[in-house]
């Protein structure tokens, strides 16, 4: 649906395609699951120690602008099982983190919602070290050896 380049670490892209492989045969025919496919496919595999801390990835937090609403929204893209949109986390297999993920900064994409066509615009990008830094409830627990 969008063809500007994306880019995914060696880690993310690991972990996606088990994802994909589990969950497309449980759930074989699930858009969403083709969506994230077709990114994937046409995705640059970076080294993660050499990743663009201005990509979004998986668990990092990214801020977004609907052009054409104007309405910014901000969530962390995690795997499904971890996802609550209540609390700001928004799955990869959903329609929007699956065109965000591995766009980078300033990047603008188009892609179908089930509300329709969404523009949108990457504003910000936390990494995921930042994103956890920066959570009081993992700074708040307790260290375990």
Not at 2 to 8: E, Q, R
Not at 36 to 47: G, K, Q
Not at 80 to 100: F, H, Q, Y
Not at 120 to 129: E, T
């Amino acid at each position: 649906m969008n063809h500007t380049p994306i880019y995914i670490s060696r880690y993310d892209y690991t972990k996606l395609r088990l994802l994909l492989s589990t969950a497309l045969y449980s759930r074989a025919g699930n858009l969403a699951l083709r969506d994230l496919r077709a990114e994937l496919d046409r995705a640059a595999v970076i080294d993660p120690a050499a990743f663009p801390s201005d990509v979004v990835t998986m668990d990092s937090t990214v801020e977004f602008e609907d052009l054409h609403t104007g309405e910014t929204e901000e969530y962390t893209i995690t795997f499904p099982e971890r996802a609550d949109v209540d609390s700001g986390r928004m799955s990869i297999l959903a329609p929007i983190g699956t065109a965000l993920i591995g766009c980078r900064v300033g990047s603008t994409i188009d892609w179908a919602t089930p509300g329709g066509i969404r523009q949108l615009k990457v504003r910000r990008v936390i990494p995921p070290a930042a994103t956890a830094a920066a959570s009081p409830a993992l700074r708040a627990a307790p260290a375990t050896h």
